[in-house]
């Protein structure tokens, strides 16, 4: 009599450790974006923080596009 219990796709901290990656990513993408814009903004004497909005806004679109590819990706 032999049972073969389906296993789950991953450990749960395997899971943990993938969804804590993404985040810290994002954050660290967000981060380097918003203080690149504000270095250039610095850096051109601007009034307005045109970078700062510029790449802070592109920099949020950059990393929701690392986390959906890393959460379409299928799993090996």
Do not use: H, R, W
Not at 6 to 18: D, F, I, M, R, V
Not at 24 to 46: E, H, R, T, W
Not at 54 to 69: D, E, G, H, T
Request: cysteine-free.
């Amino acid at each position: 009599m032999q049972t073969n219990p389906e296993k789950p796709s991953q450990k749960p901290l395997n899971a943990y450790a993938k969804y804590s990656s993404l985040g810290i990513q994002m954050a660290v993408i967000i981060g380097v974006g918003s203080y690149g814009g504000y270095k250039l903004d610095k850096y051109f004497q601007n009034k307005t923080p045109v970078f700062t909005i510029i790449l802070s806004l592109a920099s949020i679109a950059l990393a929701m596009y690392v986390v959906l590819k890393d959460l379409i990706k299928p799993n090996k």
